[in-house]
T-cell receptor, first 114, second 111 residues
């Protein structure tokens, strides 16, 4: 099973709201990723977790707060977002944090900030 | 800084044709290259992974090649079908757990 699941599929939130995106994988992967994808653009890396520890933050604004409670679960907490944060948020995982391993992507959460 | 370019940006062909999508990258120091498919509004589906030591990988009607020294990869799709219509992305892994993506090729197969 090479499945990464993400919930919710769609999310609409106001600029003062707090919401969370959830990602799960049960493949025993030890690296998990958050990407942001704007329309007609490739995904852009936001965060990387290696063995449940944050290893890469691509200078993402603090209104995005990642969390990795265990090896199977990755959250992205959202607070005080801006309309330009509207995008498709993709989660991915790979077997190892070491370079060279295949990344598997989830279906994404379509976020709209009003 | 690694840069990945995909040509063409869009391609429209009649059903049944064989076709080639191109991907080039500026830094040959890569660990691997992945080809993905993305349907509109959906996530990425991994099609093929080529390690830096490999020259090609095949899966069904798909064949991907890698020439690391020249910084090029191609994705060959045989006997194209309308269901192959999607955006195809290539991405290289150059270390530090980062994938660098190309801008994608939007493929349309006309029945």
């Amino acid at each position: 099973d090479t499945e990464v699941t993400q919930t919710p599929k769609h999310l609409v939130m106001g600029m003062t709201n707090k919401k969370s995106l959830k990602c799960e994988q049960h493949m025993g992967h030890r690296a998990m990723y958050w990407y942001k994808q704007k329309a007609k653009k490739p995904p852009e890396l936001m965060f990387v977790y290696s063995y449940e520890k944050l290893s890469i933050n691509e200078s993402v604004p603090s209104r995005f707060s990642p969390e990795c409670p265990n090896s199977s679960l990755l959250n992205l907490h959202l607070h005080a977002l801006q309309p330009e944060d509207s995008a498709l948020y993709l989660c991915a995982s790979s077997q190892s944090p070491s370079s060279g391993y295949e990344q598997y992507f989830g279906p994404g959460t379509r976020l709209t900030v009003t | 800084k690694q840069e990945v370019t995909q040509i063409p940006a869009a391609l429209s062909v009649p059903e049944g044709e064989n076709l080639v999508l191109n991907c080039s990258f500026t830094d040959s120091a890569i660990y691997n290259l992945q080809w993905f498919r993305q349907d509109p509004g959906k996530g990425l589906t991994s099609l093929l992974l080529i390690q830096s030591s490999q020259r090609e990988q095949t899966s069904g009607r798909l064949n991907a090649s890698l020439d690391k020294s020249s910084g090029r990869s191609t994705l060959y799709i045989a006997a194209s079908q309308p269901g192959d219509s999607a955006t195809y992305l290539c991405a290289v892994s150059g270390g530090a757990q980062k994938l660098v993506f190309g801008q994608g090729t939007r493929l349309t197969i006309n029945p």
